[in-house]
């Protein structure tokens, strides 16, 4: 059983940066894929970013690209979502995510896919 605990949230104004951690315990963390979604007030959760077992291939929704970027740690049993450009409409609740990795080149951006869920963390972006 994968344990995921998120943390790095907080209010931030518009054009500012956060990043975000999500320590993991319990499993093998670098054979997980890593998923980082977010959910705001009345919207369905939605896939932000998601990083590979190795950490060498990572993948973007397109609202987010250019801005985020996820990263990890595989000896911290740590992944990252560095936050930068911030906008009002980033604000959600963050979530990260892990799943096995059985694939080199397919990438996870379906919730339905991941098996292990932080709690999530609140991201405010004042505009």
């Known amino acids: 059983q994968v344990q995921l605990v998120e943390s790095g949230g907080g209010l931030v104004q518009a054009g500012g940066s956060l990043r975000l951690s999500c320590a993991a315990s319990?499993?093998?963390?670098?054979?997980?894929?890593m998923g980082w979604f977010r959910q705001a007030p009345g919207k369905e959760r939605e896939f932000v970013a998601m990083?590979?077992?190795?950490?060498?291939?990572?993948y973007y929704a397109d609202s987010v690209k250019g801005r985020f970027t996820v990263s990890r740690d595989n000896a911290q049993n740590t992944v990252y979502l560095q936050m930068n450009s911030l906008k009002p409409e980033d604000t959600a609740v963050y979530y990260c995510?892990?799943?096995?990795?059985?694939?080199?080149?397919?990438?996870?951006?379906?919730?339905?896919?991941?098996?292990?869920w932080g709690q999530g963390t609140q991201v405010t972006v004042s505009s």
């Open positions: 995510a892990a799943r096995a990795d059985y694939s080199t080149t397919y990438y996870y951006t379906n919730r339905g896919e991941y098996d292990y």
């Open positions: 319990g499993g093998t963390f670098s054979r997980y894929a």
């Open positions: 990083i590979k077992w190795s950490g060498d291939r990572t």
